[in-house]
């Protein structure tokens, strides 16, 4: 990387730190619940940019453009399910949250319930939110040790390092502040990707013909009607399957419930979550098209058959290597075939030539299938070497187009919009993680009674506990997965039982917390079965953890109800 890239990456992130460390001066943080929960003083504004950079880790910028680089559009139906759960939240979960004057989500269940549930619910957050924090941070560190060169531990501590600087000086607010700036940097480098991808295509090759291009080979198509339990995005994963998981991910989970408890007033709260419901989809759809432009590039300029340099080492003097050439050579007259049909398919469009169009179009949907083969059967080849993960390497077709055409100086600023993520979902988990610690663990369970200077101090201490857990088990971590399932996939062993357990306290009046207990460990036992016989449904297990839990626990309580 050239000199002045770093000069743009050192310089950007030492601005955030700056910002994020007098973010936290003026706090003036001396109350417990302040460094937890904020000062209840944000606007809406903050809010909703707050709740969108605690979901956009490095993962969105690192791995959708790969989703969409090999399978196009259709991963946004993920998200289709968002504005519904965001209006739900806004009008039916915000006004008890606030009502109550919680600090955690987790603090309701033991007024509804009794002690019990609120512990067994954070402990279950504690457990998935500790992993993901984990992979947050682990997922960029893999992709840039695979691409520089560096030392996978020293990259997870220092990614790790500076949020905790901030995150332990300002607490909550000074999270959510910083943030604001963040998603600015964020924002910017992805408008920014997109047109210089753009500027890249060949002469005359515009956004227009580029989106037609990508039509041709089925990248622009949005919805998938059909429906299969094991298809992880069409419209009705999305719309029935992701609502739940977004039920339960900004009702349920405190690095989200802890952004918008943190509001002036309900009013700003309930737009600040109902902006982030409608700007997702088309922000999404910003980072995917990104993907799809990078996959018009290579078009008409030859792509790697396989984009994660490191895994190409270890096939270096072995059989497979010798297999791997014979692979790409056979990919290289593939792609002078598409050159040709792709010259064709144009050639007709300005003619106005539909039948024509229509040929060419066949011809490159055929070599495109083909090129598509080849790359799986060259993830199988890497994969017999014995490399970690599946040889998949959708997580680096955006890094490593970034580091070979964008220009000097660009680069840091792409580098600095991916650390801005990672920075951001960690501030927000480590908060969340630190306040449930705390909150709902240490001053409910082991030290209660104590001053609001030791609680202040233990919440301080906690933050930089989990820090250190983060970066020592995304150290020994491994990932097999596309980067941003395995983030949805881990949070869907726990949010449906998570969700299930809120769902019952807010419309199951007459379930008891004993009833809901049982209900919940039953109901998380059969999840986590389903999960290990088939991870491909894994978006339907939170809604089936959620009726299982309500359903159990009416059952049980009036098979054998609670004695007063």
Not at 362 to 391: A, C, F, N, P
Not at 502 to 522: D, E, P, S
Request: proline share 2%.
């Amino acid at each position: 990387m050239h000199l002045l890239d770093w000069a743009v990456l050192i310089g950007t992130l030492t601005i955030i730190v700056i910002y994020g460390v007098r973010k936290s001066r003026k706090a003036h943080i001396s109350d417990p619940d302040d460094f937890l929960a904020g000062k209840r003083d944000l606007p809406w504004w903050t809010i909703g940019l707050s709740i969108m950079a605690t979901q956009a880790s490095a993962i969105t910028f690192l791995s959708t453009p790969g989703q969409a680089y090999s399978d196009g559009m259709q991963f946004v139906q993920f998200y289709f399910g968002m504005p519904i759960a965001m209006l739900f939240l806004a009008f039916f979960v915000l006004p008890i949250y606030y009502k109550l004057h919680v600090t955690t989500a987790y603090e309701y269940l033991e007024k509804r319930f009794d002690l019990r549930m609120r512990t067994l619910t954070a402990g279950l957050f504690l457990i998935q939110r500790g992993m993901a924090a984990a992979i947050s941070i682990l997922a960029p560190s893999i992709i840039l040790c695979a691409v520089f060169g560096w030392d996978l531990l020293l990259t997870n501590f220092f990614m790790t390092v500076f949020v905790v600087i901030y995150t332990t000086s300002g607490g909550s607010a000074a999270v959510s502040r910083t943030q604001e700036f963040q998603m600015t940097v964020m924002l910017g480098g992805l408008i920014l990707a997109f047109f210089l991808i753009v500027h890249e295509l060949p002469d005359g090759v515009g956004v227009t013909e580029a989106w037609e291009i990508a039509g041709a080979t089925g990248k622009t198509q949005i919805v998938d009607w059909s429906f299969s339990w094991n298809d992880r995005y069409n419209f009705w994963s999305g719309i029935l399957g992701a609502t739940f998981l977004f039920l339960s991910y900004f009702g349920t989970d405190q690095s989200q419930v802890g952004r918008y408890l943190s509001g002036k007033t309900l009013k700003e709260s309930r737009i600040g979550l109902i902006f982030n419901g409608l700007i997702k989809i088309p922000m999404q759809m910003l980072v995917l098209a990104v993907g799809v432009m990078v996959f018009v590039f290579y078009q008409f300029e030859q792509a790697p058959l396989h984009f994660n340099q490191a895994n190409l080492v270890t096939l270096q003097g072995t059989p497979q290597g010798e297999e791997f050439k014979r692979m790409e050579q056979a990919d290289a007259a593939i792609f002078d075939q598409k050159k040709q049909a792709l010259e064709s398919f144009r050639q007709a469009n300005l003619a106005s030539d539909d039948a024509a169009a229509q040929t060419a179009i066949q011809q490159l949907q055929t070599l495109e299938k083909q090129h598509t083969d080849l790359r799986k059967q060259s993830q199988s080849l890497i994969q017999s070497t014995g490399v970690k993960g599946d040889g998949n390497d959708k997580d680096y077709v955006f890094i490593q187009f970034v580091l070979s055409h964008i220009p000097k100086g660009l680069v840091g600023l792409m580098l600095a919009m991916i650390f801005c993520a990672s920075w951001s979902t960690t501030a927000s988990e480590l908060s969340a993680l630190s306040a449930t610690s705390v909150s709902d663990v240490y001053r409910r369970l082991i030290a209660p009674g104590r001053s609001d200077e030791h609680y202040l101090k233990v919440s301080r201490r906690s933050t930089m506990i989990w820090g250190a857990f983060i970066v020592a088990f995304a150290y020994f971590a491994s990932l097999a997965e596309n980067l941003i399932q395995a983030v949805n996939m881990i949070g869907s062993m726990f949010y449906g039982t998570m969700l299930g357990i809120f769902f019952t306290a807010f419309f199951l009046k007459k379930v008891r917390g004993r009833a809901v207990f049982y209900a919940a460990l039953i109901s998380e036992v059969i999840v986590l079965i389903c999960f290990w016989l088939n991870k491909d449904a894994f978006l339907w297990y939170n809604p089936l953890g959620c009726f299982l839990v309500m359903g159990i626990g009416w059952i049980i309580e009036k098979v054998a109800p609670q004695k007063v």
